[in-house]
């Protein structure tokens, strides 16, 4: 995942009514009533490692390198004890690699030294982690917590602002103001909507209009034809 910084926005007109956009996410819920991130994980801990390596990577490529490390060190205990060479070696493949493995072996040891080895369900106490941003911690937050934040990265930066669902020259503008304005019925998912609407149809060199499930209620000037 990219870090918050400011993005191009596309050309777009004003921001959908409240009607509309509650007409959207019934369409998303219709065709995908739970939708799953594409990170693997298998418990909040390994969640919180993946997503940090997944700055500036893609979902495919750490998936690759956190199969074999979470065989080995699925607790931050086991990733302490694995110790900063060894991570470094299982996370090679990944960007910023060196960087990563100091910061993974490091937030562990902070959960193990002041969180009994658990994940703090606490936006507060994520963010003081090393390579936790308030992204990362939202991603958590909302996946291992149930906590209904919308984390926004490229992909549903583009499209809350070609849609516009909201419109915002940074992602976290984007993220305070779609959680202002997304139903409640639909906010602790919205994040995995959008994003895979964004990765899938919504790309950003050729958006696929024609088969688009809310391209009528869509206002994006230059949709593709088919």
């Not at 080995?72 to 302490?80: C, G, I, N, R, S």
């Not at 936790?132 to 991603?139: D, H, I, Q």
């Amino acid at each position: 995942m990219a870090p918050a910084v400011t993005a191009h926005v596309d050309t777009a007109p004003e921001a959908v009514d409240a009607a509309t956009l509650a007409e959207i996410f019934r369409r998303f819920q219709l065709a995908e009533p739970e939708p799953k991130g594409e990170l693997h994980y298998v418990n909040p801990f390994t969640l919180l490692v993946a997503v940090v390596l997944s700055a500036q990577a893609t979902d495919r490529g750490v998936n690759l390198a956190t199969g074999p490390l979470f065989a080995v060190a699925d607790t931050p205990e086991k990733m302490l004890a694995l110790g900063e060479d060894r991570v470094r070696d299982f996370v090679r493949t990944i960007g910023l690699f060196n960087t990563k493995a100091k910061n993974v072996v490091a937030l562990s040891r902070i959960l193990v030294d002041e969180h009994g080895g658990a994940v703090p369900a606490s936006l507060e106490a994520l963010q003081v982690l090393p390579g936790v941003g308030a992204k990362t911690a939202s991603v958590v937050l909302n996946i291992a917590f149930g906590v209904p934040r919308i984390a926004v990265d490229t992909h549903i930066f583009r499209v809350s602002n070609r849609i516009p669902l909201f419109v915002g020259a940074t992602t976290d503008k984007v993220q305070a103001g779609l959680e202002a304005i997304v139903p409640d019925s639909y906010r602790l998912h919205a994040h995995h909507w959008l994003i895979l609407h964004g990765r899938y149809t919504c790309k950003a060199r050729k958006p696929e209009c024609p088969r688009c499930l809310i391209a009528d209620l869509c206002r994006y000037p230059t949709k593709t034809e088919a």
